[in-house]
């Protein structure tokens, strides 16, 4: 099988990497709560998008770092190459931030592949030529489509809801509920290949 997975809050954890790096740049009151959504809802609360922007930009650029796999994750991946599927990893994922200093989010996230196992050693499970990080949620969609996936793995509902998500590719939602019965929610990496 083509098995399509991605990056951002699917392989890469960001638990509490926003809220530490807006506390170390004195953006963020000790008190916010720590979850991406509450550091996001903080900034939205003072009118200052654009404070939210260019913090995500630093985020999922030089702290990318902090980030961590989520559990089994890697394990999960490995497995699935072993047992002979094709694995690819599409993200959308602008190349540099709107705001801030510039860096290449593409290359952050390849050296954080890297740097965690997910490319470069022999049992990896993504070859470098297996990495597509595309610029718009639309070509995103179209690579999932063109690369032929059988089942893709996101956190989004909206992609999986999209006009362009490919009927024949089976929807995998990772660590989100969802009250949509076509969905296949799962919490844990550790859980999908048994939905599966």
Same mark, same amino acid.
């Given at each position: 099988?083509?098995?399509?997975?991605?990056?951002? =809050?699917?392989?890469?954890?960001?638990?509490?990497?926003?809220?530490?790096?807006?506390?170390? $740049?004195?953006?963020?009151?000790? %008190?916010?709560?720590?979850?991406?959504?509450?550091?996001?809802?903080?900034?939205?609360?003072?009118?200052?998008?654009?404070?939210?922007?260019?913090? &995500?930009?630093?985020?999922?650029?030089?702290?990318?770092? &902090?980030?961590?796999?989520?559990?089994?994750?890697?394990?999960? $991946?490995?497995?699935?190459?072993?047992?002979?599927?094709?694995?690819?990893?599409? %993200?959308?994922?602008?190349?540099?931030?709107?705001?801030?200093?510039?860096?290449?989010? /593409?290359?952050?996230?390849?050296?954080?592949?890297?740097?965690?196992?997910?490319?470069?050693?022999?049992?990896?499970?993504?070859?470098?030529?297996?990495?597509?990080?595309?610029?718009?949620?639309?070509?995103?969609?179209?690579?999932?489509?063109?690369?032929?996936?059988?089942?893709?793995?996101?956190?989004?509902?909206?992609?999986?809801? /999209?006009?362009?998500?490919?009927?024949?590719?089976?929807?995998?939602?990772?660590?989100?509920?969802? =009250?949509? +019965?076509? $969905?296949? +929610?799962?919490?844990?990496? %550790?859980?999908?290949?048994?939905?599966?």
């Amino acid at each position: 099988m083509i098995i399509g997975i991605d990056f951002d =809050n699917t392989i890469a954890d960001y638990t509490g990497v926003f809220y530490r790096v807006g506390c170390a $740049l004195g953006w963020l009151p000790e %008190s916010v709560g720590q979850s991406k959504n509450e550091v996001k809802q903080y900034f939205i609360d003072l009118g200052n998008e654009a404070k939210w922007t260019e913090l &995500q930009g630093i985020v999922y650029g030089k702290e990318i770092t &902090q980030a961590r796999p989520y559990p089994d994750c890697l394990d999960t $991946l490995k497995q699935w190459r072993k047992q002979g599927h094709t694995l690819k990893l599409i %993200s959308h994922k602008t190349r540099y931030p709107i705001i801030g200093e510039r860096v290449d989010f /593409h290359v952050a996230a390849t050296g954080w592949l890297e740097a965690n196992g997910f490319v470069g050693k022999i049992d990896a499970p993504f070859e470098k030529t297996d990495l597509f990080f595309n610029e718009t949620k639309e070509d995103k969609l179209l690579r999932i489509s063109t690369l032929d996936c059988e089942i893709f793995v996101d956190d989004l509902e909206s992609i999986f809801n /999209h006009a362009l998500f490919p009927a024949q590719c089976k929807k995998v939602l990772f660590n989100t509920r969802s =009250n949509d +019965p076509t $969905l296949v +929610p799962v919490q844990l990496w %550790s859980d999908i290949p048994d939905k599966l």
